[in-house]
Nanobody, 127 residues
């Protein structure tokens, strides 16, 4: 049975960094995996993903150049390194997984709307 457990959230000041981790169990290799977030009063947003076919990485415009997704297959952990954080990054961050066929068609929007998510970890960026 699939289980996603996020960790690493917290309170940081603008300009600082955080690294989130997602421990995955029951993961199928033909599933895309990534991160989505939900800011207060906003819809869920897909921000980064890893394509199951070729391992290619995808980022939303809102985080491109600041966030980096990676995975440790030996440990079944997916990371999200977040640099240059700003208050707009304040949100609950969820690890997300979805069928590769869905991801190929819908991309990050698919992870946000059709994927399966963990319980999330809160990230707050405030001075």
């Amino acid at each position: 049975q699939l289980r996603l457990v996020e960790s690493g959230g917290g309170l940081v000041q603008p300009g600082q960094s955080l690294r989130l981790a997602c421990t995955v169990s029951g993961f199928a290799l033909d599933y895309a995996i990534g991160w989505v977030r939900r800011a207060p009063g906003k819809e869920r947003e897909g921000i980064s993903g890893i394509d199951a076919r070729d391992g290619s990485l995808l980022y939303s415009d809102s985080v491109k150049g600041r966030f980096t997704i990676s995975r440790d297959n030996a440990k079944n952990i997916v990371y999200l390194q977040m640099n240059s954080l700003n208050p707009d990054d304040t949100a609950v961050y969820y690890c997300a997984i979805g069928a590769q066929s869905m991801y190929a068609k819908f991309g990050l929007r698919g992870l946000a709307n059709f994927g399966s998510w963990g319980r999330g970890t809160q990230v707050t960026v405030s001075s």
